[in-house]
């Protein structure tokens, strides 16, 4: 029998090597493993084919299947789950049960804006409260051709009642208001993990209270995080959003505290010989700031 383990000692040599540089750790640590398992050692040893060093080269060849298989679980739960919100590149696609229904995100609202909601819990005083005022802006999402997507962990029974629940207040400083947005359940946490979304707690899996901003071609433009006691400002993600429209219609730049109609401001010129043709040109529409900052009237 050990002559057989003997004989398939440099396969099973050959493949800790192989599976060490496979797996997806620091290089230092690699280097480590490689001193672990003593190849150099191994292919000198007089005893390599003794009984005492084969039994020695299988426990080390057990132990390295155990660490690898620790790294490669790692590794997808850390894929899974990137580290940090997505705020850029292609909107993970889902398809999940909402309100209204099953949905395919961003499928079903192909050629639209989108914007994504991500909300700790139902039934919870701060997200009502921007439930209720997205209800209240979303005829002027609808003009700037823009769906509404709220989500939680929760699931769709609650988001359900929560929906009946907001649709049924009637208080002096709040009309009442229909949702017709949906509400989707994410229980499982493919859609928050798939954003990063979810908050780093151990004693409960809850979204953080993120806005993903998404344009037509599904590319995420722009994201939004805000603390759970602290309400979103409708108004303020309107306006970012009106800004990047108006960024990719005329390719221009807003300033700080921008409000639509207002000028906005072009790319910088590459130097100050070019900002100089630039004012010879003299076109009305055009303001020079300096050099580098010039303003330009819709």
């Given at each position: 029998m050990s002559r057989k383990i003997c004989y398939y000692l440099p396969c099973v040599i050959k493949v800790q090597r192989f599976a060490i540089i496979l797996l997806p750790i620091q290089p230092s640590l690699k280097l480590l493993l490689f001193k672990f398992v003593l190849f150099e050692e191994q292919a000198e040893n007089p005893s390599f084919k003794s009984r005492h060093f084969s039994t020695k080269i299988i426990m080390k060849t057990i132990i390295l299947i155990i660490f690898c298989f620790?790294?490669?679980?790692?590794?997808a739960q850390t894929q899974s789950n990137p580290t940090g919100p997505l705020t850029s590149g292609k909107a993970p696609s889902f398809?999940?049960?909402?309100?209204?229904?099953?949905?395919?995100?961003?499928?079903d609202y192909f050629g639209k804006w989108k914007i994504l909601f991500s909300h700790p819990s139902a039934f919870t005083p701060v997200c009502t409260s921007e439930i209720i005022a997205l209800a209240q802006k979303q005829e002027e999402f609808k003009k700037l051709k823009t769906q509404l997507v709220v989500f939680s962990t929760d699931g769709l029974n609650s988001h359900v009642e929560w929906v009946k629940s907001i649709e049924s207040i009637a208080e002096d400083e709040i009309s009442p208001v229909k949702i017709d947005f949906p509400l989707v359940s994410d229980t499982d946490f493919a859609i928050s993990k798939s954003y990063g979304l979810l908050q780093d707690r151990k004693d409960a899996?809850?979204?953080i209270r993120g806005v993903v901003i998404i344009d037509p071609d599904d590319r995420i433009r722009a994201f939004?995080?805000?603390p759970n006691s602290i309400g979103r400002n409708v108004d303020e993600i309107i306006r970012t959003l009106i800004a990047?429209?108006?960024?990719?219609?005329?390719?221009?730049?807003?300033?700080?505290?921008?409000?639509?109609?207002?000028?906005?401001?072009?790319?910088?010129p590459g130097s100050i010989a070019e900002s100089e043709r630039l004012e010879r040109r003299g076109q009305r529409n055009l303001r020079k700031v300096t050099w580098y900052m010039w303003y330009r009237r819709l």
């Open positions: 620790f790294s490669y679980t790692t590794w398809s999940a049960s909402s309100t209204m229904g099953l949905i395919n995100f961003p499928d899996v809850l979204n939004f995080y805000y990047l429209q108006t960024e990719d219609r005329y390719n221009v730049l807003t300033p700080a505290n921008w409000q639509p109609g207002e000028d906005v401001l072009i790319e910088s």
